[in-house]
C-alpha cells in the first residue's frame, strides 16, 4: 500500500509540474505590451502576476486569468482624455485592479463570479473626470476595483 501512495503522490507532483510549465508558457504567449504601453494585455495561467502600468495615455488592456491571480496597479498611469477600456476575463481566476481616487469608475459585470467595487461615486468627482470603463467576464472567478491614494 505504501508504495502505491508514492506512486500516486508522485504521478500528481509530476502533473502538477507540467501544468504549471504550461501555464508559465502560455502566459507569456498572451501576454503583450509592458508597463508603458497604453495598450496591453496581461495573462496569468496557473500562476500569479504583478503589473504595474505607466503609460502616458492608458487605452485599452485586458487581463486573462486561468487558476491564477493578477494584481493590476494602474496608479500610476495617465488615461487616455477620451477614456479607457479594461476587460477582465477571468477562470476560476482572480484580479485585484487598483486605481487612482479621482477616475470615474463604471463596472459592467457578465458571468457566475464576483466583482467587489471600492471606488470613488460618481457625485463626488469633478465634471470631466477621467473615465475607466471595466467589463469583467467571470467564471467562477473573481475580481476587486479598488481606489487607492497615489
Known amino acids: 500500500m ?17 501544468i504549471a510549465a504550461i501555464g ?18 496581461i495573462a496569468a495561467i496557473t500562476g500569479g502576476k504583478q503589473f504595474v502600468s505607466r503609460a502616458s495615455a492608458f487605452r485599452s488592456g485586458r487581463v486573462i486569468a486561468v487558476m491564477g ?24 481566476g482572480g484580479v485585484q485592479v487598483i486605481v487612482r481616487e479621482d ?17 470613488t461615486p460618481p457625485d463626488a468627482l469633478p465634471q470631466g473626470a477621467p473615465r475607466l470603463h471595466v467589463r469583467a467576464e467571470t467564471r467562477m472567478g473573481g475580481a476587486q476595483v479598488v481606489a487607492k491614494p497615489a
Open 69 to 92: 491571480g493578477v494584481q493590476l496597479d494602474l496608479r500610476q498611469a495617465a488615461l487616455d482624455p477620451e477614456g479607457a477600456d479594461l476587460a477582465l476575463d477571468l477562470t476560476m
Open 2 to 18: 505504501g508504495k502505491k501512495l508514492l506512486k500516486i503522490v508522485l504521478w500528481f507532483a509530476a502533473i502538477q509540474a507540467v
Open 24 to 41: 508559465m508558457v502560455l502566459s507569456k504567449q498572451l501576454s503583450e505590451g509592458d508597463e508603458t504601453t497604453d495598450e496591453f494585455q
Open 103 to 119: 477616475w470615474r469608475v463604471d463596472v459592467e459585470q457578465h458571468g457566475a463570479g464576483e466583482v467587489e467595487t471600492k471606488v
